[in-house]
């Protein structure tokens, strides 16, 4: 496995988890508005929780019944022709200035590329995506599809029944120690970054770790 690539689905969904977080008036993006986002535009995550007899309306509304919206400006209008959306971040937040991550959020992707590895998957779908919101137990979006009791191990096992694959084997003691004693065989992870003025950057790291690193510094 040569490196890690976020498929389409999953720059579509990350672009829209930044404008469900203007909806919601808030600065910063979470991991409710993460799982908004993988609640529609297909892939397999959607059908996963689907499959799992949970309705994606359903776990819409637990969101927005669980999260508090930011405070309205008196002052922004929606009848721009950029629309809602437009004019919360025109009003409220600085044109070009993206919406930091959470810690929570950035743990997601962390363990989404974990998610990944371990599957030996050499990209980043909206399944793993969907399985590291799960396992950042904490978060908003984890504790919402818990509610639903939906669990990460449900959800891998709908995950690995749509993909037609099984759970690869854990590594022997004696390989363990082999990954461990030489962490430059970690795979590489190409992180694909969208800038605020449009531009797409593709950016690759050695291990996850920097990756994640990487992600930290954005939003400073």
Known sequence: MNGYNFTERVRRALSRAREEALALRHEYVGTEHILLALLEGGGVAQ???????????????????T????????????????GILEAIADTIFPRGRDLPYTSRAKKVLELAMSEARNLHHSYVGTEHLLLGVMREARGVGAQVLASFGVSVQSVREEVLRLLG????????????????????????????????????????????????????????
């Open 47 to 65: 059908a996963t929780i689907e499959n799992l007899g949970v309705s994606t309306a359903d776990v819409r509304k637990k969101v927005f019944d």
């Open 67 to 82: 999260v508090v919206p930011g405070r309205e400006d008196s002052t922004s209008s929606a009848e721009t022709s950029g």
């Open 165 to 220: 694959t099984e759970l690869p084997e854990r590594p022997t003691a004696i390989e363990t120690r082999v990954r461990d004693d030489a962490p430059d065989q970690e795979a590489a992870i190409t992180l694909v970054i969208e800038h605020p003025d449009g531009r797409i950057e593709a950016r690759k790291f050695r291990r996850s770790g920097d990756a994640v690193s990487f992600l930290n510094g954005l939003e400073r």
